[in-house]
């Protein structure tokens, strides 16, 4: 009797809708519902993106107290019991678990491109210039043009001798390694009485900026940036690279603050420029002309 009252009472709960939950448990003949339990999705230490590297990149999982890692980077699923090594081209997947409950699961994708040296960067030289590429990443290999064309595999391939730049002219490279996503650097060299010295409204306009007061007030990175950006609107292009040179927001902007201060005679700069950055690092800047070519 006492059995039927006590069934009877919790037929009445459930019915007004007080337990609601697919896990269940049997209580005389009345099912009683209990609410599962919800485990929150594990974090990555970085975010889906391509990085720099010099050949291992370290990524690390967390959860919630309690919960167990899984992760899988292409086979099976394993436990995560420490820093994971990221030495290629990677899609990680990984979940958290707890009381054999599950986390949703969460993708990132990893992309590696090699660290690169350039020795004599791109710049204005008065001859013939050897150019050096190294890499602190191993079994990387450099191909090259001289043209301002895109290098592939099938382009020159880099010796250790160096390339020699004997005029002036537009250095691009490819740096590859089986496994990761190529990296691509240009270099522009103007060399002072070669047969392709670029000149403007028939002649040059070059001047000696290393007596400059601005100039003199940059760091060695910031120098080489300003040679960079005079070389460039000195050929009434827009687009400068920096790659690996290291610099920050504030050096570019100091940078070209000295440059514009230092160099009046480039009358057809408009009043802006705009630059990008990857892995915190300025990867190139965009000038503005208030004047077309033509009417320079």
């Known amino acids: 009797m006492k059995k039927q009252i006590i069934s009877a009472a919790l037929a009445a709960v459930i019915s007004a809708g007080v337990f609601v939950s697919p896990v269940q448990r049997y209580v ?55 820093t994971l090594k990221i030495t290629k081209n990677t899609t990680l997947k990984f979940y958290a678990q707890k009381n054999g409950a599950k ?58 001798k160096g390339i020699t730049v004997s005029k002036s002219a537009k250095l691009r490279v490819l740096a590859a390694k089986t496994g990761w996503s190529g990296k691509y650097l240009a270099e522009e060299y103007t060399i002072s009485g070669s047969e392709e010295t670029s000149t403007l409204s028939g002649e040059s306009i070059l001047e000696d900026y290393k007596s400059k007061y601005a100039y003199n007030t940059l760091t060695a990175k910031q120098k080489k940036a300003y040679e960079k950006i005079f070389n460039t609107v000195s050929e009434y292009k827009q687009t400068i690279y920096f790659q690996d040179m290291g610099l920050t927001d504030k050096d570019i902007q100091y940078t070209y603050w000295a440059f514009d201060y230092d160099n009046p005679q480039f009358f057809w700069l408009g009043n802006g420029y705009r630059y990008m950055t990857m892995a915190n690092e300025v990867y190139s800047l965009t000038v503005d002309y208030s004047r077309t070519k033509s009417h320079v």
Do not use: C, M
């Open 103 to 160: 986390s949703k699961t969460v993708t990132v994708k990893y992309k590696l491109t090699p660290k690169v040296k350039v020795t004599n960067a791109g710049g204005n030289y008065d001859s013939a210039v050897t150019v050096k590429l190294s890499s602190t990443a191993s079994g990387v290999k450099f191909y090259y043009t001289l043209d301002g064309s895109k290098p592939t595999k099938s382009s020159a391939l880099y010796t250790t």
């Open 28 to 82: 005389g003949t009345s099912t009683v519902a209990f609410a599962a339990e919800t485990v929150s999705a594990p974090k990555a230490s970085r975010k889906s993106g391509t990085y720099s590297s010099s050949g291992t990149l370290t990524v690390r999982l967390t959860a919630d107290s309690g919960s167990q890692i899984y992760y899988s980077t292409g086979g099976s699923y394993k436990l995560y019991t420490k």
